[in-house]
C-alpha cells in the first residue's frame, strides 16, 4: 500500500494525487503542515518538503520530481501494465516537451504565483509584528498569473492538451496550482477563454473529484470551486 504524506493546498502534492488516481493507483494520504520542520518528516525528508511517496517497500521518495519519475516508471518496468496512464507521453521530444512544462508550472507558476498568495493570503499572520498581508505582493502575483493564463491560452491555440495530443503530467502540474488559487478565488479566469475551457475539461476528469471534495480548516473555497460549469 502506498502512502502519500501532502498538505490539502500543496499544488505539488495535489499533482501526484492526480497522477496516482490517473494511473490507477491508491495511496493513503497522511497530512503534513508544511513550515513546521517536525523531526519525524525531517528524517523521512531532509529538506522539508512536500509531497513525499512513501513506496510499498517503505522507502521514500521524496519531492514531486522524483515521485512522477518513480510513477512514469511502473508502466515501463517489464511486465507493467502498459495500458496505465503515461505521465510523459510520445517521442523523446513529445517528453522532453512535458517535462519542461512541469518545471513552468512548479517551479516558475509556484515562485511567480503561488509563493507569493500563499505567504499574503494564509501565513502572513505567523509573521513577527505583521502589519497584514503585502498587498504589493498580492498584486504582483495576480498581474504574473494573468501572464501565465496567457500562456496556457496560447499554447491550446496550437494544441489539445497542453504539451501535445495527449494529456500529460503537465496537464496535471498546471491544473494542481490553478486549483489551490482557484481555491482561494483568486483567478481571473475572464482574462483568456481557452485556457478557462482547459482547466474545465482537466478539472471535469474524475482524478479531480478528490481535490474538489477538499477543505481546509477556517478557509473557505471560492464558491464557484467545485462547480464543473463555471
Known sequence: MLTLIHYTLCPLSRSIRLALSECGLTAELAEEEPRT???EFLEL???????VLIADNEQPICGVYAVSEYLAELAAEPGGDSRRFALFPGDAFQRAEARRLVDWFHRKFEAEVTTYIFEEKLHWRSRPQSDGPDLEALRAAQKNLRHHLSYIGHL???????AGDELSFADLAAAA???SMDYLGDVPWQV????RIWYARVKSRPSFRQLLNDR???VTPAVHYAVLDF
Open 177 to 179: 496550482q490553478l486549483s
Open 37 to 39: 520542520w517536525r523531526k
Open 192 to 195: 483568456n477563454e481557452a485556457a
Open 156 to 162: 491550446m491555440d496550437e494544441r489539445r492538451w497542453l
Open 45 to 51: 525528508n531532509p529538506a522539508g518538503t512536500l509531497p
Open 216 to 218: 481546509l480548516a477556517g
